[in-house]
Nanobody, 127 residues
Framework: QVQLVESGGRLVQAGGSLRLSCAAS????????MGWFRQAPGEDREFVAAISMSSISTYYADSVKGRFTISRDNAKNTVYLQMNSLKPEDTAVYYC????????????????????WGQGTQVTVSS
């Protein structure tokens, strides 16, 4: 089992920045690829970013590319999402997720391979 706890979400003005954190406990963190997803009210949960076990590879949704950066610190069992140039449409609950799989972009940008999920943290961007 892997337990995931997100933090860092809050209200921020458009154009501002936030860094989300996701702390993992349980089995070996470095054995898991990590992803961030988000869900706005009335919308499906959508992929944001993913990072491989050793940080060599990353994937981003087109909507956040160039503005968001995913990173991880395996010594601290933590994955981060640095969000810059925030827009009102970034408003959502942000979830981190873990999977023992690293695969193609098509696979890693879907919810399918992720076995473990956090409870989410709310990000609200005001205009």
């Amino acid at each position: 089992q892997v337990q995931l706890v997100e933090s860092g979400g809050r209200l921020v003005q458009a154009g501002g920045s936030l860094r989300l954190s996701c702390a993992a406990s349980g089995r070996t963190f470095s054995s898991y690829a990590m992803g961030w997803f988000r869900q706005a009210p009335g919308e499906d949960r959508e992929f944001v970013a993913a990072i491989s076990m050793s940080s060599i590879s990353t994937y981003y949704a087109d909507s956040v590319k160039g503005r968001f950066t995913i990173s991880r610190d395996n010594a601290k069992n933590t994955v981060y999402l640095q969000m810059n140039s925030l827009k009102p449409e970034d408003t959502a609950v942000y979830y981190c997720a873990a999977t023992p799989v690293w695969s193609t972009r098509a696979t890693m940008t879907s919810r399918r391979p992720y076995d473990y999920w956090g409870q989410g943290t709310q990000v609200t961007v005001s205009s």
